[in-house]
Structures are given as C-alpha cells and as structure tokens.
C-alpha cells in the first residue's frame, strides 16, 4: 500500500477517534450555596480594606474563598459557613438550593446569576458586621459555561437555551438549560446540589447536550 495513503487512512482513524472522545459530553460542577460580594459589602463583613483570600480557583479569575459568612433570613432562620466566592462584584448575590429555602423560610426565583431585581431578601452577618439585602438571594437556574471555540463546534451561541442528559445509573433529561459564551470560560455545567443529589452525578462526571432527542455531535 502506497506510504500517502497510510498516512491519509490513519490520520482519518486518529480524527475519528478523537471527534469521539470529544463528543463524550460536558464536564459538570455541583455548586453549593454561596455568595458574592461587592467591594462595600466585603469590607463591612469583613473590615475596612479587607481583600478576600483564595481557597481554590474555580474557572478564570473565579475561586472560592477562605472567607464565609453566615445568611439569616427575615424569619431569622440561619445556615452558617456559607463560602465567599471572588473576586468582588457590583452586586453582592446569595445562591441557595430548593432545599436551603425550607430551613431559611423564603421563596427566592430560579433566575440566572446577576437578575436580581424581585429576588428574595437576605442578611449576611460576617466577623465584623452585617448587611441586608432587600433583593438579591435566587435559586441559580441549570447553565452550562461555554468558551467561544466549543460553543463554534456545536453550534451554539451565547443565552441559546438547550437540552441535555446525563447517561448514568439514574438518567436524567434537563430541559432549557442556558449556554453562556466567554473567553475566560472552562466548557462546564452547572448544577446545585439539589439536582446533583437527586440524578446521582458528581463534579467531574459528563452530560451530553441533545438534539431532536439524540446527542449533539459537532457541527
């Protein structure tokens, strides 16, 4: 057999192979209650020119912090330890699960991060003071993080809403799930512990995204 077409016959083998490890599915990452601050409420939780320490990077510039606070709802209802996740933002914002909603007696909306505006109401009480929050507590909604070179492959583009499965030993189906596309993003969805907990996954297990109820495949 002539050496080109070797090369041309295992080259297509190798560009299969991969296409299928690549079509594996997307990473997931479970997230746990938590919130962010912005530099005026960092600093009345925690002190005058106080700057939050990393624990662990998450995505980009994003990583959980040492720091944590306790929340407090208007029923004076509490769960303490709640992690700081950085860097600071305009916004300070509570995440909590379904399941946090009934220790703490509210009823914030499943919104995606950053729309706030209606969310429900929550203090925070950090070492050195408090702050209440009229809005700003939500349940986040399922997302994936998308960089621009993976969101080209399949097709999809920034806020399109899609479909995915996880394949496990308790398949499950979540519909309109929203994609975000950015450059400092890892490709990952993102679940609260709620849904982890009731489909079985784990961070670092897979979904695939559907379409007309089959997997997606690159486009």
Do not use: W
Not at 9 to 17: E, F, G, T
Not at 124 to 137: A, H, R
Not at 143 to 164: F, Q, R, S, W
């Amino acid at each position: 057999m002539d050496n080109n077409l070797q090369d041309m016959i295992a080259k297509a083998v190798v560009d299969i192979i991969k296409q299928k490890e690549d079509n594996k599915g997307i990473k997931v990452g479970v997230s746990a209650r938590h919130v962010h601050l912005s530099q005026e409420h960092l600093e009345i939780l925690f002190g005058k020119g106080h700057e939050l320490t990393v624990k662990k990077m998450l995505m980009g510039d994003q990583f959980a912090a040492e720091e944590c606070v306790t929340l407090v709802s208007p029923s004076l209802r509490t769960i303490e330890g709640v992690r700081v996740l950085g860097p600071v933002r305009k916004q300070s914002q509570v995440e909590i699960s379904r399941t946090d909603t009934f220790k703490l007696k509210v009823s914030p909306p499943v919104r995606p991060s950053g729309e706030l505006k209606g969310s429900a109401p929550m203090a925070l009480v950090g070492p050195k003071g408090s702050i209440f929050l009229n809005e700003g507590c939500i349940i986040a909604n399922r997302h994936i993080h998308m960089t621009p070179a993976e969101a080209e492959k399949y097709g999809i583009k920034d806020n399109d809403i899609v479909d995915v499965e996880i394949q496990n030993s308790k398949p499950t189906r979540f519909y309109n799930v929203q994609v975000r596309v950015r450059e400092d993003f890892n490709t990952e969805m993102h679940i609260d512990t709620d849904d982890a907990n009731a489909c079985a996954i784990k961070t670092g297990d897979r979904v695939v995204i559907l379409e007309n109820n089959h997997i997606r495949l690159f486009v």
